[in-house]
């Protein structure tokens, strides 16, 4: 019985991400409007897939999801990509609640989060592959946004071709983090970096 009942929360969750992959298809490609009303679009698709990356993801090295502490998304950014982002924070994953925390943007305060994932918006300057690969060193998942954010070492980059948002995936950032993506996830992306 609990086979059958992982297998359809499985079932479920893998649909939900497919649907998450043609939502930018369907609603960027298809809406014209104001600047402001397509990032506030842009942030809640990247929004969905934030929340569905989280079941496509294993920590190796930290096994997060085996304890009911909150899971902790740290957003680097302006208050607008906060906002854009918080319908996360209503959903729980595996019975866990998810908590978004404001990271002011500083070398200290990025280091020091405590925080399993972090986004980092466009406008992040201090950003460097120094500063990745600390947060790596610890496990964390780094979700970014700016063109040479993967080139950096960040993790998971979103991109947007043709008004359709996709992400590129660098699996040595990953393997360095000691995160594993499901194999699902991987043929979702855009790109995959494997060295």
Request: positive net charge; charged residues 25%.
């Amino acid at each position: 019985m609990t086979s059958v009942s992982s297998y359809n929360r499985n079932t479920k969750r893998l649909r939900l991400f497919c649907i998450v992959l043609v939502m930018p298809v369907i609603f960027l490609s298809a809406y014209s409007a104001t600047a402001s009303q397509y990032s506030k679009l842009e942030y809640e698709v990247k929004s969905a897939y934030i929340f569905n990356y989280l079941y496509f993801t294993e920590w190796l090295a930290k096994p997060y999801f085996h304890h009911k502490d909150p899971l902790i998304i740290g957003i680097v950014g302006d208050r607008f990509v906060y906002r854009s982002l918080e319908s996360i924070e209503s959903k729980k994953i595996n019975d866990r609640s998810i908590e978004l925390k404001p990271i002011e943007a500083s070398v200290e305060n990025i280091k020091n989060c405590n925080c399993q994932i972090i986004f980092f918006s466009h406008h992040i300057e201090v950003l460097s592959p120094s500063i990745l690969d600390a947060l790596h060193q610890d496990s964390i998942l780094t979700i970014g946004e700016s063109q040479d954010f993967s080139r950096k070492g960040g993790i998971i980059n979103f991109i947007v071709r043709k008004n359709k948002v996709k992400f590129n995936i660098n699996l040595n950032s990953a393997s360095k983090a000691k995160i594993k993506f499901r194999s699902k996830m991987l043929r979702a992306a855009h790109h995959v970096v494997r060295e």
